[in-house]
Every structure is written in C-alpha cells, then in structure tokens.
C-alpha cells in the first residue's frame, strides 16, 4: 500500500500500541493526543497471557516485567465461606501453555514503556480532534486549537467517549451500567499472613456484580483492591475521585473475614461508576476505522479491556502493512473481519460476569495469538 502517514487519534492505551506496530511494520504514524503532557494517573492493570504476549511482539514486555508482579493463581472465592470454586496456575504455567505469563502493574508503568517506545517526533500533544473530514483519498484531521493535519488514514482510538466514533456513525452516549468500582493500592506487609496475597483473587458476592479482587503490584511490594457493587446515585467516571472507606466496609460487611481484612487494610479509596456500550456492527467507514474503547468499551470483569485495545492495535497494523490489501478500506475491512467476533463476544461474556466463577479454563480468551492470527 502507498500510503504515507497514518493518522491516531488518542495516545492510550490501544493507540499508542498502533503507533508502536505500525512503525515496526514500515509505517509512518502520527499521534493527536488531547492531553497536554502524560501523567501518571490510575492505579493498576491487569494484563492476561494474550495482551503480554501481543506486548512481546511490541518489544516492550522486558521493560514491563521490571516493575509487574506475575500472580501464581487466579483464585475464584465464594464471598461468604470463602470456599475456592477455581483455581487457574498462572506465571511459569501461563508462560509455558500461552506463550507469557499474567502481568499485574501499575497502568503508568504500561504506559511509559509505551510512550517509550514511539519517537516524539511523532507525538502531538494538546491536540484534542473536535472534526475529521474523509476526503476519499485522504482524511483531514481538526483540533480544538482551530489547527488541522492531513493524513492517509485515520485510526479512532479515543476512548470510550470517542469522537472520531460520533463522527462515524452518530452520536450515541455510552450507558451507565448501574455498578460503581472502588480501588486501592495497600503495602503488603500491612496485610500480615492473609493467604494468596501473591495471587490474583476474585470474591463472589450473593450477585455477581458484588465482587472484591485483589492482586499484586510493584513486584509484590503492594496489593491492588477493586471492588464493585450495583448502586444509584453515583455516575461520576473518574480515575480521581476519592470514595468513602466507611462506605466500602459497610457494602462488604457480611463478606469472609479473610475478604474483609483486606478493606480494613484500605486507608483510602478511589471511586468510579463504570460505562459500557453495545457492541457495534461496524468499526469503520472510508479511510477511518476504530479501535479499543472506542468502538468495544467493556466490563473490567474479565481485565479485558487494555488487553483487546492492543490486539486491535496489532492487527490493525498488520492489515495495513500487508501487501493483499490494495488501499485503506480494504485493509480496515480485513482488520474487522479478523477482529469483531471475538472483541463482541468478549465484551458480552465481560457483562455476563461469569468468567472462571466456577472451572478454570482460560483457553479461548489468553491463547489468542494477535501477532499470528490468519488475516484473510
Ligand atoms: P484509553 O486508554 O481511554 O485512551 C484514550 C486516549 O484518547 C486517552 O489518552 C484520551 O486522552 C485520548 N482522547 C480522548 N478523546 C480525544 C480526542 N477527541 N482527541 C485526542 N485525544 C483524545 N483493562 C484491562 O485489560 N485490564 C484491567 O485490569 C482493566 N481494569 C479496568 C478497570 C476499570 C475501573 C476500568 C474503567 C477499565 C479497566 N480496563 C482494564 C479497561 C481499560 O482501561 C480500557 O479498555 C483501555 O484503557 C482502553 O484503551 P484505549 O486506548 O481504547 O482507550
């Protein structure tokens, strides 16, 4: 394919993982990013085999492996007997079955080895898209500073309020799905002898959507806290906003104690209420496709969000940068056709809130190879 530049707009998660792709496959990238610089903002991810591998192939998972803890186990517990109803081997074992292990880190350090890898030369910060014109053999780009940029094509990965989606296929706000999130980083040693402290484990509550999860971050130095529960009245979506600890104990106070020790351990909480929206029937038009939370934002019940952000971004780059494919559309219509079954399904199983509760086979989901899979 001829083109020359391709256009990002978002430096997340997803579009910084495009830009590193795209580069490694012969591409030259631009990436609008609305922010005026990168900060460290918040607390964990939790990255399963099939994004650490996707990583890998990046070139960026040593960089990751030097801060991550790699849980031994992922852990499902009955809320109030504490009863384990599935244990999944992770580290060594995931490494060995998938190809990487599970990684567990703090999200600023995922995103400074990404912004690592991706010269900033090809990095506009404090370019926010406000409008995008898809002029067939080109897409012009607009900024809010009244400035614009053409490219040659036009990945939207802008996240779960996407405007390069409105632009493509209407105006539809995501939907609040009536569950808020609470999350806190505690030090270890303040957690004493409580078991799995180096596993990644999910308490069950009498409804799914009631749940704790706890796993390790900053090498086992920490333990990150999230926990959620329906509840009206919150609508906020916020990486910041502090919630009440007091709160948080009450909701969970008929829980294990060994479930409970871990909230008495909290001094301090974040709270977000959480968005979803349907999956989409098509991610792209013309000389413009979506990616990550812009066209599947999800449930972070199954930690697949990040994860399915960077497999687009990987095979998105490789359609673009395989010869079969003559212009742009063609290259994004192979990148749909590769990729919406499975990132549809995991962001309806995500809502389902089913996953590994009871049985412990992670296979459809972490050994998914985005740097392999066939693109025809
Ligand atoms: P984002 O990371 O949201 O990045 C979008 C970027 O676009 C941002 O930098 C933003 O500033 C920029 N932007 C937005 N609008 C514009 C514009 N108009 N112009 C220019 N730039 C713009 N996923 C996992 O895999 N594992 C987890 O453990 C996990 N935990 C989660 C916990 C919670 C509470 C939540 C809410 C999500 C979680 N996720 C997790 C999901 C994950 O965070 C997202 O799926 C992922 O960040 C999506 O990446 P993205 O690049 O598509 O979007």
């Known amino acids: 394919m001829k083109e020359k530049v391709i256009g990002i ?41 099939n994004a650490v591998r996707a990583l890998d192939g990046l070139g960026v998972g040593e960089a990751l492996r030097e801060t991550a803890a790699r849980p031994g186990y992922r852990i499902s517990r009955d809320g109030f007997t504490g009863e384990e109803t599935s244990r999944l081997e992770m580290a060594e074992a995931a490494q060995q079955k998938y190809g990487a292990p599970q990684l567990t880190m703090h999200r600023a350090d995922l995103m400074t080895a990404l912004e690592g890898a991706v010269p900033a030369e090809c990095i506009r910060l404090g370019k926010r898209t406000t409008g995008v014109q898809d002029l067939g053999d080109k897409v012009v780009v607009e900024f809010d500073d009244g400035t614009q940029e053409t490219v040659d094509a036009l990945i939207g990965a802008d996240g779960i309020h996407s405007m390069v989606r409105n632009a493509l296929l209407g105006q539809e706000k995501p939907q609040f799905t009536g569950v808020v999130a609470y999350r806190a980083v505690v030090p270890i040693e303040k957690l004493g002898n409580l078991p799995n402290l180096d596993s990644f484990t999910k308490w069950w509550g009498a409804v799914p959507e009631v749940q704790i ?22 609508e906020l979506e916020s990486w910041t906003a502090p919630g009440e600890v007091g709160e948080l104990r009450e909701i969970y106070k008929d829980f294990h104690p060994e479930a409970r020790a871990l909230l008495d351990a909290c001094d301090s909480v974040l709270k977000s209420a959480l968005y979803v929206r349907d999956p989409l029937p098509t991610w792209h038009k013309g000389r413009m496709a979506l990616l990550g939370d812009a066209c599947h934002p999800m449930m972070p019940f199954m930690a697949q969000g990040a994860g399915q952000a960077i497999e687009d971004a990987v095979v998105l780059a490789r359609c673009l ?56």
């Open 9 to 49: 707009s978002g430096a997340g998660i997803g579009g910084l993982a495009a830009a590193i792709a795209l580069r490694k496959l012969g591409k030259q990238v631009l990436v609008f990013e609305q922010a005026k610089q990168f900060a460290r903002v918040g607390a964990d991810i939790n990255l399963t085999p």
């Open 213 to 234: 999860v706890s796993f390790p971050l900053n090498r086992g130095k920490d333990l990150f806290i999230f926990a959620t529960t329906p509840q009206e009245g919150w």
């Open 321 to 376: 940068a395989d010869s079969r494919y003559a212009d742009v559309p063609s290259a994004f219509t192979a990148y749909q056709s590769v990729r919406h079954e499975r990132a549809s399904r995991i962001q309806i199983a995500s809502r389902g809130n089913a996953w590994l509760k009871e049985g412990g086979n992670g296979d459809w989901v972490y050994e998914y190879d985005a740097w392999a899979v066939p693109l025809a």
